[in-house]
């Protein structure tokens, strides 16, 4: 990777990054000082040539190693759909305006719990986004609401909280205008329970006692594959969850067991399926229907667990091999 940057108040500002790989992990440091910023339209398509010229006139280039470099050697520019996932500096404070507006190919974001300053339409375009990760400071505040708000797709959030991980699914939203005709107005109508979900901050911080109680809406809203993936990762990474909210639940999870073991089974979660098995404690008959569907998946793993699950009701383990 080359980078365009300068410096500013509080360290360095990236304007524009070259390069082949299309994860970029961007450095902590240049000229021995913390990456701060990332200047507007550092990644999209829609930057405006003469400011990017400018920006080229009066910065420098270097390449990931730190050694200054004339200019881009010819790399190409790290922008619209060339950027699949970004890692962002721990002591970034501030995101410019449209930073990646139009990343359409955006996967994955990461982040640290310093980025306080994201600039309007920062997200706008980045729909395929599917994974949010974001270490908090040790108040647990992050600038993640402000994310939240312009992807409206569902997305999985990691946290890490002064080492505790959590993992929490914000559902999609959609808005949509729809015209009163008698007043003479549009209506702006907020579809699904996404926006609640997002809505469940206080300030800067999660509040995930209020993000437990939204609970009721993502049953009743959402496909059931999104709502087992929320509850699934609450139970498995429970920061912060209270008895009340983990036994709601796992209450869930048994009404829908067969179809939670099978998500774990898919995605060969083998430790965690091991887990939900333990908390959810299905009967024989649900244990024997969990494993007609592993033996149709042909996965060895996942029958070896549920045979053991079915041994705990006094049924001979039969062998791995026999699906």
């Not at 990777?1 to 440091?29: A, Q, S």
């Not at 990332?38 to 050694?67: N, P, Q, V, W």
């Not at 808005?175 to 907020?190: L, S």
């Given at each position: 990777?080359?980078?365009?940057?300068?410096?500013?108040?509080?360290?360095?500002?990236?304007?524009?990054?070259?390069?082949?790989?299309?994860?970029?992990?961007?450095?902590?440091?240049l000229e021995g000082l913390p990456v701060?910023?990332?200047?507007?339209?550092?990644?999209?398509?829609?930057?405006?040539?003469?400011?990017?010229?400018?920006?080229?006139?009066?910065?420098?280039?270097?390449?990931?190693?730190?050694?200054?470099?004339?200019?881009?050697?010819?790399?190409?520019?790290?922008?619209?759909?060339?950027?699949?996932?970004?890692?962002?500096?721990?002591?970034?404070?501030?995101?410019?305006?449209y930073a990646f507006y139009n990343c359409f190919h955006l996967k994955k974001l990461s982040f640290g719990g310093d980025l306080r300053d994201v600039g309007v339409g920062a997200m706008t375009g980045c729909h395929k986004i599917e994974r949010v990760t974001v270490?908090?400071?040790?108040?647990?505040?992050?600038?993640?609401?402000?994310?939240?708000?312009?992807?409206?797709?569902?997305?999985?959030?990691?946290?890490?909280k002064n080492g505790e991980q959590g993992r929490f699914w914000f559902p999609e939203f959609f808005?949509?205008?729809?015209?009163?005709?008698?007043?003479?107005?549009?209506?702006?109508?907020?579809h699904g329970s996404g926006i609640r979900y997002r809505n469940s901050f206080l300030h800067k911080k999660l509040n995930i006692l209020e993000y437990d109680k939204l609970f009721p809406y993502a049953e009743a809203w959402e496909e059931e594959s999104i709502v087992l993936k929320l509850v699934l990762d609450r139970i498995l990474y429970p920061m912060d969850l209270t008895e009340t909210a983990e036994e709601k639940y796992i209450q869930y999870l048994?009404?829908?067991?067969?179809?939670?073991?099978?998500?774990?089974?898919?995605?060969?979660?083998?430790?965690?399926?091991?887990?939900?098995?333990?908390?959810?404690?299905?009967?024989?008959?649900?244990?024997?229907k969990m494993l007609e569907r592993a033996q149709r998946s042909g996965d060895s793993r996942w029958v070896s667990i549920l045979m053991d699950t079915l041994a705990g009701h006094g049924r001979k383990k039969r062998k791995a091999f026999e699906l």
């Open positions: 990777m080359i980078y365009l940057y300068r410096r500013n108040k509080t360290g360095i500002c990236i304007d524009r990054v070259y390069g082949h790989d299309g994860i970029v992990e961007l450095p902590e440091t701060t910023e990332l200047g507007a339209y550092i990644f999209s398509d829609h930057i405006d040539r003469g400011d990017l010229e400018k920006c080229r006139m009066s910065g420098k280039f270097c390449t990931e190693d730190g050694l200054e470099v004339q200019d881009e050697e010819g790399m190409p520019e790290m922008s619209g759909n060339a950027v699949q996932e970004l890692i962002l500096p721990s002591k970034l404070r501030k995101v410019g305006r270490k908090t400071d040790e108040n647990g505040d992050s600038c993640l609401r402000d994310i939240l708000t312009e992807l409206p797709e569902t997305l999985r959030v990691d946290m890490d808005e949509e205008g729809v015209e009163n005709t008698p007043a003479r107005i549009i209506e702006n109508h907020v048994r009404e829908h067991g067969e179809r939670a073991v099978s998500i774990l089974g898919e995605e060969k979660e083998y430790a965690a399926m091991r887990t939900i098995l333990t908390k959810i404690t299905p009967d024989r008959a649900e244990t024997e």
